[in-house]
């Protein structure tokens, strides 16, 4: 049984494989219109999500399949106190497939433990979140046909971000890849992505706090909301939430193949004004979210011998 808990447990290959099969979903709806006929979809989601529950949910219906699931764990048994562990065990009973969201870093991997079907990590705290970096992954290929020999600016709660998280885990595989990371200092990327992941894979990575200054070196913007909920106060939410807002003005030094990314959802660090930048790819980004996931769904039904 193979799960889905972070980016680094899929090889570069089977990442190609995903990004080729994604390429074959989006030419051909058609042809896997029934592939998972009969087959089920739980999405737990003990935290809030729009895109990644719901683009999740309609990847299996373009599937042929169904789902089940609880947006909050306060409709689920989580909140008479079931545990992680049970409440995946008891869910393999009912679903071919299980997306978890938790907001306890590692939950995933102790539902995995007990499952007795593939577990995806659909955002467990501020640690990982390996299939919105599937999504970005599709997004960089269908932009710029290639992961190799790109600038990638990352800007905004580098700390908390987990999709930045697993971005760098992601992206570092890759050949003459440069990191950018803008933020303040109180905000900046974790030490161990440094030490664990950006030092050993020896790629060039630097750490600024204005974007103007890198602005013309950029392939990628990847910019990012600060995360409101992961913070101990309101009061340092506050003092930090406007820190870096994108707006056309900025972008006046850009390349004109700048790609401009955004998991989403936004707040106001990107200016709406850019939207109608011909640059501006978050929401195509979004909409390559379900593709990737109508992938992930059938191989790891596949892998699992369940299709
Ligand atoms: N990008 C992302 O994870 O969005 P949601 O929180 O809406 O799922």
Redesign the pocket.
Same mark, same amino acid.
């Given at each position: 049984m193979r799960h889905l808990l972070d980016t680094t447990d899929l090889t570069l290959k089977e990442i190609d494989d995903l990004i080729s099969l994604a390429e074959d979903i989006i030419e051909n709806p058609d042809k896997y219109a029934e592939v998972c006929k009969r087959k089920k979809l739980a999405t737990l989601f003990f935290e809030?999500?729009? +895109? !990644? +529950?719901l683009s999740f949910e309609a990847a299996m219906m373009e599937l042929g399949g169904n789902v089940l699931g609880f947006s909050e764990a306060a409709s689920s048994s989580a909140s008479k106190g079931e545990s992680v562990e049970d409440t995946a065990r008891m869910v393999s009973c009912y679903a071919d497939i299980i997306a978890m +969201?938790h907001p306890l870093e590692g939950a995933p991997r102790v539902a995995a433990d007990k499952a007795l079907v593939p577990i995806i990590n &659909? /955002?467990d705290g501020g640690h990982a979140?390996p299939t919105?970096t599937l999504t970005d992954l599709l997004t960089i290929y269908r932009e710029k046909g290639t992961f190799n020999n790109l600038t990638i600016g990352l800007c905004g709660d580098l700390k908390f971000g987990r !999709?930045v998280h697993s971005l760098i885990k992601a992206m570092s595989r890759y050949k003459n890849v440069k990191f950018i990371l803008i933020s303040l200092k109180e905000l900046s990327v974790p030490e161990y992505i440094k030490t664990d992941v950006l030092e050993p894979s020896g790629c060039e990575y630097m750490e600024v706090e204005q974007m103007e200054d890198v602005m013309p070196q950029l392939d990628i913007l990847y910019m990012t909301r600060i995360q409101r909920e992961r913070f101990f106060s309101e009061e340092e939410y506050l003092k930090h939430k406007d820190a870096f807002i994108l707006d056309t003005n900025k972008l006046q030094s850009a390349k004109a193949s700048l790609t401009i990314m955004h $998991?989403? $959802?936004r707040v106001n660090e990107i200016s709406t004004a850019v939207d109608d930048d011909p640059r501006a790819k978050y929401f195509e980004q &979004?909409l390559n /979210?379900k593709y990737i996931r109508m992938a992930l769904i059938i191989t790891l039904l596949k892998w699992g011998e369940l299709l």
């Amino acid at each position: 049984m193979r799960h889905l808990l972070d980016t680094t447990d899929l090889t570069l290959k089977e990442i190609d494989d995903l990004i080729s099969l994604a390429e074959d979903i989006i030419e051909n709806p058609d042809k896997y219109a029934e592939v998972c006929k009969r087959k089920k979809l739980a999405t737990l989601f003990f935290e809030p999500s729009t +895109r !990644t +529950r719901l683009s999740f949910e309609a990847a299996m219906m373009e599937l042929g399949g169904n789902v089940l699931g609880f947006s909050e764990a306060a409709s689920s048994s989580a909140s008479k106190g079931e545990s992680v562990e049970d409440t995946a065990r008891m869910v393999s009973c009912y679903a071919d497939i299980i997306a978890m +969201r938790h907001p306890l870093e590692g939950a995933p991997r102790v539902a995995a433990d007990k499952a007795l079907v593939p577990i995806i990590n &659909a /955002g467990d705290g501020g640690h990982a979140h390996p299939t919105q970096t599937l999504t970005d992954l599709l997004t960089i290929y269908r932009e710029k046909g290639t992961f190799n020999n790109l600038t990638i600016g990352l800007c905004g709660d580098l700390k908390f971000g987990r !999709t930045v998280h697993s971005l760098i885990k992601a992206m570092s595989r890759y050949k003459n890849v440069k990191f950018i990371l803008i933020s303040l200092k109180e905000l900046s990327v974790p030490e161990y992505i440094k030490t664990d992941v950006l030092e050993p894979s020896g790629c060039e990575y630097m750490e600024v706090e204005q974007m103007e200054d890198v602005m013309p070196q950029l392939d990628i913007l990847y910019m990012t909301r600060i995360q409101r909920e992961r913070f101990f106060s309101e009061e340092e939410y506050l003092k930090h939430k406007d820190a870096f807002i994108l707006d056309t003005n900025k972008l006046q030094s850009a390349k004109a193949s700048l790609t401009i990314m955004h $998991p989403l $959802p936004r707040v106001n660090e990107i200016s709406t004004a850019v939207d109608d930048d011909p640059r501006a790819k978050y929401f195509e980004q &979004a909409l390559n /979210g379900k593709y990737i996931r109508m992938a992930l769904i059938i191989t790891l039904l596949k892998w699992g011998e369940l299709l």
